[in-house]
């Protein structure tokens, strides 16, 4: 089969393998396409300690049935499917609570074990989630990001749901967070990039306000749309330290950050600022199946299209795809890859 194998950092390789054995308790899943996530461009580049090459990276994809194994009675061949990649025990403390996402033994396929960016990929039964026809695979492959940007939202905007909200990152997960917001009734909802082309994209998709967070008239701007009501929500998707930074000096008295952005670990923080002004930090990681679940409803009924903040590239321009995301070469917000 056909597989697009990490080797090194900087250097995706196709290779033909074997297509891999399915377990009594597994199922043997075609991939018709797969999204690229921001977490993988890290390992791509050899900085998430994850991901260990060589590696089959990809953990947002849809496809079909092609094996199943002998214990699997309730999903059959040719089914069209989505993969939630997250595999959890279900026994420790943080399951238990329903944290599965905290899991202290947890997998996510394309860390783990191999994942989507290949023509076959093995999964557990459990993580499979039926489609409707209706649902492209494409589409379908967006369920994974959408869960986490739904998680991140729902939580952020718990105690203020008609906010002004601010997020960070014009890149798939910060684009789904806004327009999860804007689902939810945000006021107004302002995305902050680096990237005039890609806010250009941004404004293309239905978000309103798109602005340079490095542009020295930003808080006037920003004053513009919110008027005397300010900031309550901010929703980090980029997790810099000048966007956590910033984020302190523009977010309202007693608002909330939502990070959600992994982009590095250590950030001064001025607690004492925090402190008095009772902002509240919180954090956000993966997403339960109840997330999963809402996120695949949402992209059934339509309300997100992502034709305008995507393109489709096919697996063997995978190792190009990357080089293009790190070099800043793309516009939109999502490459998918079909297989």
């Given at each position: 089969?056909?597989?697009?194998?990490?080797t090194k950092?900087?250097?995706m390789?196709?290779?033909?393998?074997?297509?891999?054995a399915?377990k009594?308790?597994e199922?043997?899943?075609k991939?018709?396409?797969a999204?690229?996530c921001?977490?993988?461009i890290?390992g791509?580049?050899?900085?998430?300690s994850?991901?260990?090459?060589p590696l089959v990276?990809?953990?947002?994809f849809?496809?079909?049935?092609?094996?199943?194994g002998?214990?699997?009675k309730?999903?059959?061949?040719n089914?069209?499917?989505?993969?939630?990649?997250?595999?959890?025990?279900?026994?420790c403390?943080?399951?238990?609570?329903?944290?599965?996402n905290?899991c202290?033994t947890?997998?996510?396929?394309?860390?783990?074990r191999?994942?989507g960016?290949?023509?076959?990929?093995?999964?557990?039964?459990?993580?499979?989630?039926?489609?409707?026809?209706?649902?492209?695979f494409?589409?379908?492959?967006l369920?994974?990001?959408l869960?986490?940007s739904?998680?991140?939202?729902k939580r952020?905007?718990?105690?203020?749901?008609f906010?002004?909200v601010?997020?960070?990152?014009?890149g798939?997960?910060?684009?789904?967070?806004?327009?999860?917001?804007q689902?939810?009734?945000?006021?107004?909802?302002?995305?902050?990039?680096?990237?005039?082309k890609r806010?250009e994209?941004?404004?293309?998709?239905?978000?309103?306000h798109?602005?340079?967070s490095n542009?020295p008239?930003l808080?006037?701007?920003?004053?513009?749309?919110?008027?005397e009501?300010?900031?309550?929500?901010?929703?980090d998707?980029?997790?810099f330290?000048?966007?956590?930074?910033?984020?302190i000096?523009?977010?309202?008295?007693g608002?909330t950050?939502?990070n959600?952005?992994?982009g590095?670990?250590?950030?001064?923080?001025?607690?004492?600022v925090q402190?008095?002004s009772e902002?509240?930090?919180?954090?956000?990681f993966?997403?339960?199946?109840?997330?999963?679940?809402?996120?695949?409803e949402?992209?059934?009924?339509?309300?997100i299209?992502h034709?305008?903040?995507?393109?489709?590239r096919t697996?063997?321009?995978g190792?190009?795809?990357?080089q293009d995301?790190?070099?800043?070469?793309v516009?939109?917000?999502?490459?998918?890859?079909?297989?």
């Amino acid at each position: 089969m056909k597989t697009l194998l990490w080797t090194k950092a900087q250097v995706m390789e196709m290779q033909e393998i074997e297509k891999p054995a399915v377990k009594s308790d597994e199922v043997l899943v075609k991939v018709e396409a797969a999204g690229v996530c921001g977490s993988e461009i890290e390992g791509y580049l050899g900085h998430n300690s994850l991901r260990v090459p060589p590696l089959v990276m990809g953990h947002e994809f849809a496809g079909t049935i092609a094996e199943v194994g002998s214990a699997v009675k309730h999903i059959a061949m040719n089914d069209r499917v989505v993969v939630n990649p997250l595999i959890s025990c279900g026994k420790c403390g943080s399951c238990r609570k329903g944290y599965e996402n905290l899991c202290e033994t947890r997998q996510i396929i394309g860390i783990h074990r191999p994942g989507g960016f290949a023509e076959y990929v093995a999964v557990p039964a459990s993580c499979i989630w039926p489609i409707p026809d209706s649902l492209d695979f494409i589409t379908a492959s967006l369920t994974e990001p959408l869960a986490c940007s739904l998680r991140a939202t729902k939580r952020a905007m718990a105690a203020n749901p008609f906010a002004n909200v601010v997020v960070y990152g014009a890149g798939a997960i910060g684009l789904l967070s806004a327009l999860v917001a804007q689902m939810m009734g945000a006021s107004n909802v302002i995305i902050f990039d680096i990237n005039e082309k890609r806010l250009e994209t941004v404004r293309n998709s239905g978000i309103e306000h798109a602005l340079l967070s490095n542009d020295p008239d930003l808080k006037n701007k920003l004053a513009e749309i919110v008027g005397e009501r300010g900031v309550d929500v901010i929703i980090d998707a980029a997790g810099f330290v000048p966007t956590r930074l910033q984020a302190i000096e523009i977010i309202n008295y007693g608002g909330t950050i939502m990070n959600i952005g992994l982009g590095v670990d250590e950030t001064p923080i001025p607690v004492n600022v925090q402190i008095r002004s009772e902002i509240t930090f919180l954090a956000s990681f993966c997403y339960t199946k109840q997330d999963f679940y809402e996120a695949l409803e949402v992209l059934k009924s339509g309300k997100i299209k992502h034709d305008v903040w995507s393109e489709i590239r096919t697996l063997e321009e995978g190792d190009g795809a990357f080089q293009d995301l790190i070099n800043n070469r793309v516009i939109n917000s999502k490459i998918f890859m079909t297989v």
